[in-house]
């Protein structure tokens, strides 16, 4: 095995955002016990997802499988308003779990729309998160995955914003933005972009890490769009790359003739994975780890009323293998 040196990107793994989502479901299950209902998954990882499942969090798609008088907690992804509005009509307790970054996107849509604008939404097709924010208005928003999308859009108004999913490719978004402004001069952009710091930051990150190493390995689930953007980002910078869920998921093959080895981690990422994918690193034959320069992320986002306050320097989910501190 010809790995000696594993580089760990920073920041990599949680944002404040999947913290906060997940301590919600914890308190929830801690003040109200078992079943908690979760609409969707509370965020995109299989890991974390299965250990809340242990602990009695009901992952559901639709409010029909709530039954009345069930705690309810909205992903971190949020939900159309017709949702919203369904699941206050049927009289649940109700915890928003959805990330501020997006609840910003979808007070913005809302603002806009009632001053009669349009809006062009950047963002993957079917991704709950677009599906929440599309789903803020029952029309006037047009979907674009890609720039050939732009050309295809037909605004039935003169006033058109645009808006991104959070999770997108900084790059990627970037292009098709330009695509917008090109046929639509008078566009309005958000005032600060849609995609959040976490994404950025960890994008960042795999940019330094990449020219750096033989191999990039990302640890996120399928499901997660900010882990398949790191991944595709380290093979567009000409490193390969490959996705895990877990350590299990390593294959010697992908490092032969590879020294070094890049690490990072999805903001829906535990670090404990990061942990167990080192440990079998150093099992292939690993002899040190460091990790690179990188933005320190101190963003912390308030819990729903109804929850407890956090005290001060409280650890979010202290006693969670899913909040494991990093070494």
């Known amino acids: 095995m010809s790995v000696r040196e594993v580089l760990l990107a920073e920041p990599r793994g949680f944002c404040a955002g999947v913290d906060r989502a997940i301590e919600i479901v914890e308190r929830a299950l801690a003040r109200f016990g078992a079943p908690i209902y979760v609409r969707h998954e509370i965020v995109h990882n299989t890991f974390v997802v299965d250990s ?5 969090a009901v992952f559901v798609e639709d409010l029909a499988e709530v039954p009345a008088g069930a705690t309810l907690v909205f992903s971190a992804h949020g939900v159309s308003k017709a949702v919203r509005d369904e699941a206050a009509q049927r009289g649940f307790r109700i915890f928003d779990a959805t990330c501020p970054l997006v609840t910003k996107v979808h007070v913005e849509v809302a603002k806009l729309a009632r001053e009669g604008y349009e ?36 605004p039935r108004g003169g006033k058109l914003a645009v808006v991104t999913q959070t999770t997108l490719s900084v790059d990627d978004a ?32 795999v940019k330094a890490l990449a020219p750096a190493v033989d191999v990039v390995v990302v640890v996120g689930s399928p499901t997660s769009s900010n882990s398949n953007r790191l991944r595709e980002l380290a093979e567009r910078l000409g490193t390969p790359a490959y996705m ?7 294959r010697a093959a ?17 670090d404990i994975l990061v942990q167990q994918v080192i440990a079998r690193l150093r099992e292939l034959g690993a002899l040190s780890v460091r990790t690179l320069d990188g933005v320190r992320e101190s963003v912390r986002f308030p819990l729903p009323r109804g929850l407890g306050e956090r005290s001060p320097g409280e650890r979010e989910g202290a006693a969670s293998a899913l909040h494991a501190t990093r070494p």
């Open 254 to 270: 992908w490092f032969e003739g590879g020294r070094r080895v890049g690490l990072t981690a999805g903001a829906s990422a535990p």
């Open 119 to 154: 809006f062009i939404m950047i963002g993957h097709k079917g991704h709950p998160e677009v599906e929440g924010t599309m789903g803020q208005l029952a029309q006037g928003i047009y979907l674009v995955e890609d720039v050939a999308d732009v050309q295809r859009v037909q």
């Open 174 to 205: 970037a292009q098709i933005l330009a695509a917008v402004k090109a046929r639509f001069p008078e566009v309005r952009e958000p005032k600060k972009q849609d995609i959040c710091y976490a994404t950025q930051n960890r994008q960042d990150a």
């Open 52 to 56: 809340l499942k242990a602990r009695g």
């Open 244 to 250: 895990v869920e877990g350590a299990e998921d390593l």
